[in-house]
C-alpha cells in the first residue's frame, strides 16, 4: 500500500482509487463493499463505518465520513462537477475520452481549473439510504437519516430524517 492509501489492518475494502495526488484514508472495523475514487483529493472514512455494494464516492477536494455511518448501495458522492459548465471546455474532455480509457488514464487529462469543487461532511452516525446522490457542498448532520433515491444538495441538520425529491424534512430522531 502506497503512503497515498492508509486502510486499518481491521478493515475491509473492496475498491479503492488513486491518482493525481488523491489520499484515502480508511478507520478501523470498517466494511468498504463500494468504490472509493481519489482524484488529487482526500477521502478520510472514521470508525466502524458501511459503505455498501455499488456505491461510489468520487473526490477531488475532500470527503469525509465520520465513525458509525450507514451508507446503503447504489450511492453517489460527489464533491464536485467532475467537469466545466461551459460547453467548450468540455469538448477537450470528450476529445481526449476514448485514448484515456486505452491507456487507463480516466480522469487524468480533466482541465479542472473551472470545475466547482466544494467539500462533503457525513457526521457521526448518520444513515444514507439506497440510491442517493450528495453533491459537493452537503453536511449530513450527526445522526440524521437521508431517505431512498434523494437528491441532496443542500445540508441536512442533525438528527433529521429527510427524503424526496427535493428532499424536505420528514421529523427529527434521537
Not at 467548450?88 to 480533466?110: P, Y
Not at 439506497?130 to 445540508?155: E, P, Q, R, W
Request: charged share 20%.
Amino acid at each position: 500500500m502506497t503512503n497515498d492509501i492508509k486502510i486499518d489492518s481491521s478493515s475491509f475494502v473492496d475498491h479503492v482509487m488513486v491518482k493525481m495526488g488523491g489520499k484515502i484514508k480508511v478507520g478501523k472495523d470498517c466494511v468498504i463493499n463500494g468504490e472509493l475514487v481519489a482524484l488529487g483529493g482526500k477521502i478520510t472514512i472514521g470508525n466502524n463505518v458501511v459503505i455498501n455494494k455499488d456505491t461510489k464516492i468520487f473526490c477531488h477536494k475532500s470527503v469525509t465520513i465520520e465513525d458509525h455511518v450507514m451508507i446503503s448501495w447504489g450511492c453517489n458522492i460527489v464533491d464536485s462537477n467532475m467537469h466545466s459548465l461551459h460547453s467548450e471546455e468540455r469538448k477537450k474532455d470528450t476529445l481526449t475520452a476514448a485514448e484515456a480509457v486505452r491507456n487507463h488514464t480516466v480522469g487524468q487529462n480533466v482541465d479542472l481549473t473551472h470545475v466547482a469543487m466544494k467539500p462533503i461532511v457525513i457526521k457521526e452516525g448518520a444513515w444514507i439510504g439506497f440510491n442517493v446522490t450528495i453533491l459537493k457542498g452537503v453536511t449530513i448532520g450527526k445522526g440524521a437519516i437521508v431517505g431512498a433515491g434523494s437528491f441532496v444538495v443542500k445540508d441536512v441538520p442533525d438528527y433529521a430524517v429527510i427524503g424526496g425529491n427535493p428532499p424536505a424534512i420528514i421529523e427529527y430522531t434521537d
